[in-house]
Every structure is written in structure tokens, then in C-alpha cells.
């Protein structure tokens, strides 16, 4: 049986006019789901009793169960949920004042392999589909302490981009009106450099902030921690960056985790530093390698961490260092599901 979160509110609409209904019952039922958190057609009480049962007889509503949350001293929350078919996907909200960030899977596992995420340990399973992220979206929305998601970060398990159809379907309901009505400018996708998505993202006029993993400033460094790079290597990667900042006027982020012995030297701060001079409209998120035991990845001191900073930033480059959340709470990608 469908779900019915797989529909846009056109889809809907055109689906009601079928059963010769007013289309104006879609809204309210994107009212129910979306603004309310109501997974349920019974308890949507102003839309006829007629079309309730119709619903029912012909669309799912939820599918997701929660196997496990847990809850970091930061107020991090992770959720591990199941999914009808039996596997499992996590989803974080990051809460900071004035905000809650929502981070979001679009896959079961990954098959990209970077070398220090741990979505991909166990392989590729299968896309997520566009209703499976939206009620992953709305599960931190209703079922989080705050309650107040107000941004959102594809940077879950898997690759957004090799999810693209699925991913953009369920990102035009959360930006609707009727849906969640989150700003395209607080909705982020992370890619690890899937040039054709890049590109088709460029083309679809919406303002939704691209990030990119970069993680290497050289093509040696950067196929070592990010295999796609044999594929999509390093120059061609900046082009495309370049492209979607001319045709978007947005600028990227370049997220880079620092990896002792790896990508943290001076050396590595002054490659990454001329590749941003190429883009000039771009920043870098700094983090620090969250330790996954079946990786042995250790991150730099804190000394050296500093240096490597500063050199972007006296460099002229817009660093941030970016502190790590819900590391007692294993809230690295696809860490709380390998225990299972």
C-alpha cells in the first residue's frame, strides 16, 4: 500500500478530484500531517468520514518504529528507527539556542565508503524513499524534548545525491507551506562529491545551502578518505563547486574532519587555503575525527588543531571550528546501528 506522504500536495489534490472530491480536503490533510503530526486518518477530524475510509483502503500512513533513543549531556538527541522492511536508520536533532537542527538519512548504509564514516560498514542496502525521510523529518519534529525543528541537515546515513529524486521530493514538502514550511535556506545537503547531483541541484532554483565533504586538499588525501574522489577528483569537484556558486549566487561550505597524521598538518591548511581563493565564496567547517573503533582514527591535539585554523584565518578564509555534539552518545553517522 502507498504511503501517502509519497504525494505532493498537487499529487494529492489531482488523486482527490479522481474520487470526486474537493481538492481543498488535500490541504487538510497536509494541515494533519505536517503541522500537526497526525499519522493517523481517523483523527482527522474535519475531513468527511467518507474520504477518511477512502484513505484508509488505499494509503499507509506511518511506517517507522522507534528502536532506541538516546540522549547526550549536550541535549543531543539520537533515534534509531525501524523500517518496515527490518532495517534501520538513525536520525539526530542538535538543539542550540534559538535553534534545532534535524540530521536526516536518506539511505540504509552507503556505498561510498569514506574512510572515516561509519554508514558504510556492513554496505549499501537501499534508498530511503521520499516518504520514509519525510516521516524520519517529522519524527524529530514531534517526537524530540524541543520540539522546534527549525533547520535541517541531509548528513545522515548515505549519500544524498545518489537518492537525488527521492531527496528533493521530500525537501519540496518540507520547504511547502502546507507541508513544514522550512526555508530553503535553512535545509542543507551534504554530498561527498556527486558532480552530476551537484549540477542538477544547481538547475532547480530553490535556496538550499550545499555542502560538500571535502576532507583533503590534495587528490592523494582525498581519495584515501574519500574513494568517490578516484571518480570525481579533486579539480573537477571545484569546477563544479565554482559553477553552482555562479548559477546559485549561494555560497558552499566545505566540511573537513581533521585526522591526526592525515589531513591536520600546515601543509594540508595551506592547500586547503588556495582552493578556497579559487572559489572565494565558500567557508569551512572544521571538526575534529569522531573516533569509530572499527576505523583507528584519532583526532589532532589541540594545539594543533589551532594552527591549522589560524592559518585559514589569517589566510583570509572563513574557518569555523566546529564543536562535535553527542560523541557519549555514539552520534556519528551509522554508529548506534552497528550495535545491532
Known amino acids: 500500500m502507498q504511503d501517502i506522504k509519497e504525494l505532493s500536495l498537487s499529487e494529492l489534490k489531482n488523486?482527490?478530484?479522481?474520487?470526486?472530491y474537493p481538492d481543498f480536503h488535500a490541504a487538510q490533510i497536509f494541515h494533519w500531517i505536517y503541522q500537526r503530526g497526525i499519522l493517523?486518518?481517523?483523527k482527522m477530524t474535519d475531513v468527511p468520514a467518507g474520504l477518511r475510509r477512502e484513505l484508509e483502503e488505499?494509503?499507509?500512513?506511518?511506517?517507522?518504529?522507534?528502536?532506541?533513543?538516546?540522549?547526550?549531556?549536550?541535549?543531543?538527541?539520537?533515534?534509531?528507527?525501524?523500517?518496515?522492511?527490518?532495517?534501520?536508520?538513525?536520525?539526530?536533532?542538535?538543539?542550540?539556542?534559538?535553534?534545532?537542527?534535524?540530521?536526516?538519512?536518506?539511505?540504509?548504509?552507503?556505498k561510498f565508503g569514506c574512510l572515516f564514516c561509519a554508514s558504510g560498514i556492513g554496505g549499501f542496502k537501499r534508498n530511503l524513499t521520499a516518504a520514509e525521510i519525510l516521516e524520519e523529518i517529522l519524527y524529530l519534529k514531534y517526537?524530540?524534548?524541543?520540539?522546534?525543528?527549525?533547520?535541517?541537515?541531509?548528513?545522515g546515513m548515505g549519500e544524498p545525491l545518489d537518492n537525488y529524486d527521492n531527496v528533493l521530493k521530500a525537501i519540496r514538502t518540507v520547504n511547502s507551506k502546507q507541508g513544514l514550511g522550512i526555508g530553503a535556506r535553512r535545509i542543507t545537503v551534504s554530498t561527498c562529491g556527486i558532480i552530476p547531483g551537484i549540477e542538477r541541484l544547481s538547475g532547480e532554483k530553490m535556496q538550499i545551502e550545499l555542502s560538500v565533504s571535502l576532507h583533503g586538499a590534495d587528490d592523494k588525501t582525498r581519495s584515501l578518505l574519500v574513494p568517490v574522489n578516484k571518480k570525481y577528483p579533486l579539480r573537477e569537484l571545484i569546477a563544479a563547486c565554482r559553477e553552482h556558486i555562479k548559477k546559485t549566487n549561494r555560497q558552499i561550505t566545505f566540511e573537513y574532519v581533521l585526522i591526526k597524521n592525515i589531513n591536520s598538518d600546515l601543509p594540508s591548511?595551506?592547500?586547503?587555503?588556495r582552493?578556497?581563493?579559487i572559489l572565494k565564496t565558500c567557508k569551512i567547517n572544521l571538526i575534529t575525527v569522531n573516533p569509530v573503533k572499527e576505523k583507528n582514527l584519532l583526532p589532532p591535539n589541540k594545539l594543533e588543531i589551532l594552527l591549522f585554523r589560524d592559518w585559514l584565518l589569517k589566510?583570509?578564509?572563513?574557518?569555523?571550528l566546529r564543536k562535535s555534539r553527542g560523541q557519549d552518545i555514539l552520534a556519528a553517522c551509522g554508529q548506534l546501528r552497528l550495535r545491532l
Do not use: Y
Not at 269 to 273: E, G, I, V, W
Open 15 to 20: 488523486k482527490l478530484c479522481l474520487w470526486q
Open 40 to 42: 493517523e486518518f481517523a
Open 58 to 110: 488505499n494509503f499507509s500512513l506511518g511506517n517507522l518504529k522507534l528502536k532506541e533513543i538516546l540522549a547526550s549531556h549536550d541535549g543531543t538527541e539520537k533515534f534509531l528507527l525501524g523500517l518496515n522492511d527490518g532495517h534501520v536508520i538513525e536520525a539526530v536533532m542538535i538543539p542550540a539556542e534559538g535553534r534545532a537542527t534535524g540530521c536526516v538519512s536518506t539511505q540504509v548504509g552507503c
Open 143 to 155: 517526537n524530540s524534548k524541543g520540539k522546534n525543528l527549525t533547520h535541517l541537515v541531509f548528513m
Open 269 to 273: 591548511a595551506q592547500k586547503l587555503s
Open 275 to 277: 582552493i578556497c581563493k
Open 315 to 320: 589566510s583570509g578564509i572563513n574557518a569555523t
